[in-house]
């Protein structure tokens, strides 16, 4: 699903983000990767989201060489490859829940029938159809952040990369997202998951890997953590 190759990063004649990294993801694998603050995990999210390109090296999703897409074929790429979930949930609040979740959809032609009824499939299997007609200013963060991945869903992505998923939520909000991304995985979706939060990565993730200095210091399967 994720190959990349010798990746490279710098900003400004700095010090490398990513320093000569690669990394292979396998279809239906949830990754988690964590890390200190500055050490290259978001360079490698906006990387693979196609938002940066590096400096030197090859990032490939579902056979897509990202790191080669015009301004144009990245903004394709990502309506159709991938989902994405950030720790503030990027709803837009003039809008409901159900307007939320089908704008993927409709920003990439399917018709407003079948994007609702796409969308009311997902409200019913994050468990939050009820809200379907809410604002999200009215939902508690854990509910948001479900609306957030429900949005992520609709065009059917190969790949979920979720940023600090539970970093805007309560304890209890962030069990439940927690909860939410483990049956995802065990669903076959593909995650590529962000985080500072120890038992986030070790809940949902079948792979944990570690970022220090741009590069990986430490590559984990689940079973041997």
Same mark, same amino acid.
């Given at each position: 699903m994720i190959e990349i190759r010798a990746v490279s990063k710098r900003y400004d004649g700095g010090p490398p983000a990513l320093a000569d990294l690669?990394?292979? %993801?396998? +279809?239906?694998? +949830?990754l +988690?990767? %964590?890390? !200190?603050?500055?050490?290259?995990k978001s360079t490698l999210l906006n990387l693979i989201a196609g938002l940066d390109r590096p400096s030197a090296g090859s990032v490939t999703v579902d056979g897509v060489r990202v790191d080669t897409l015009s301004e144009a074929a990245s903004a394709r790429y990502r309506r159709t490859r991938i989902g994405?979930?950030? @720790?503030f949930f990027n709803l837009l609040d003039d809008l409901t829940v159900v307007d939320n979740v089908v704008l993927p959809a409709?920003?990439?032609?399917?018709?407003r029938a079948k994007a609702r009824a796409r969308a009311a499939e997902l409200l019913g299997y994050l468990g939050i159809h009820r809200l379907a007609d809410a604002y999200p200013g009215r939902l508690s963060g854990g509910e948001r952040q479900r609306v957030a991945v429900a949005r992520?869903?609709?065009? #059917? !992505?190969?790949?979920?990369?979720?940023?600090?998923p539970t970093g805007a939520l309560d304890s209890a909000s962030g069990a439940q997202v927690s909860e939410l991304l483990a049956g995802l995985h065990?669903?076959? @979706?593909t995650i590529l998951l962000v985080t500072h939060d120890a038992v986030l990565a070790e809940s949902c993730?079948? #792979?944990t890997i570690e970022i220090v200095?741009?590069?990986?210091?430490r590559d984990v399967p689940a079973a041997a953590r």
């Open positions: 690669s990394l292979t %993801v396998r +279809a239906g694998e +949830a +988690a990767v %964590v890390g !200190p603050s500055g050490s290259g994405m979930v950030f @720790q409709r920003l990439a032609g399917l018709p992520a869903l609709m065009n #059917r !992505p190969a790949l979920l990369l979720a940023d600090e065990a669903d076959g @979706q993730a079948s #792979r200095d741009g590069a990986i210091t």
